[in-house]
């Protein structure tokens, strides 16, 4: 095994702590800002592939296009409010990363493993990257709005196996399965497991997967002592 490619949120980052979701979500809207919260979460999810995708380019610029869809204008001033609460939002799960999580990483690359990261995500949520304590370990970040592919399209698999340097049979994804993820990295040629620290319900949808229950398990897996 040459390389292993990691899924980001909810594989080695969490939104979540003891079930509860520790990052705020913004959509809680009511007519001071001109959608009814119904509006803005019907909106936002007929928007989903062309965020993951980087048709819009930012967050201002999906909040715009769905106020105008609606034949309204959200005021500036309101777009960099809600773009700032978002960011910060976004920036809570890289602030407290599992030991667990790093010490899986740390053994991997003592083995002189490749690690690659495939992220379906927009430019907002992973601005926080750079900088926490997760980065330092990867060769290669494949971020899906800064490709135009989004998982489980073959194309951002591929795009990681490249820039990696590696061919599908030598590699392993682990991700917990959103977006069809297992499925488009098995399609592809890669082995797939389930992390499922962090999410452990599965039923039958991911029954086809190995399960992953603790960090440790991949390095078993592997081989790695």
Not at 10 to 36: C, H, M, S, Y
Not at 127 to 132: D, F, H, I, K, L
Not at 142 to 152: D, L
Request: aromatic letters at 12%.
């Amino acid at each position: 095994m040459k390389a292993v490619m990691f899924d980001l949120f909810e594989t080695l980052i969490t939104e979540f702590a003891d079930g509860v979701r520790k990052v705020p979500r913004i959509n809680d809207f009511d007519e001071q800002w001109g959608l009814t919260k119904q509006e803005y979460d019907e909106e936002w999810r007929a928007r989903q592939d062309r965020r993951m995708n980087g048709t819009f380019a930012d967050y201002p610029s999906v909040l715009r296009d769905m106020w105008h869809s609606k034949g309204k204008i959200l005021d500036e001033a309101c777009i960099q409010t809600l773009y700032d609460s978002r960011l910060y939002a976004k920036s809570i799960p890289f602030q407290s990363i599992s030991p667990h999580v790093i010490y899986m990483l740390k053994r991997l690359k003592s083995r002189g493993i490749r690690i690659g990261l495939i992220s379906n995500c927009t430019e907002e949520e992973i601005r926080a990257w750079e900088r926490c304590d997760l980065a330092p370990y990867f060769d290669e970040a494949v971020f899906s709005f800064e490709t135009g592919y989004a998982k489980p399209d073959p194309q951002i698999y591929a795009l990681a196996c490249d820039r990696l340097q590696v061919q599908p049979d030598e590699a392993v994804f682990v991700g917990d399965g959103g977006s069809r993820e297992l499925e488009g990295a098995t399609a592809y040629g890669i082995r797939a497991y389930r992390a499922a620290w962090f999410t452990l319900k599965s039923g039958d949808r991911f029954k086809d997967f190995e399960q992953l229950i603790q960090p440790q398990d991949l390095l078993d897996r592997l081989g790695i002592d």
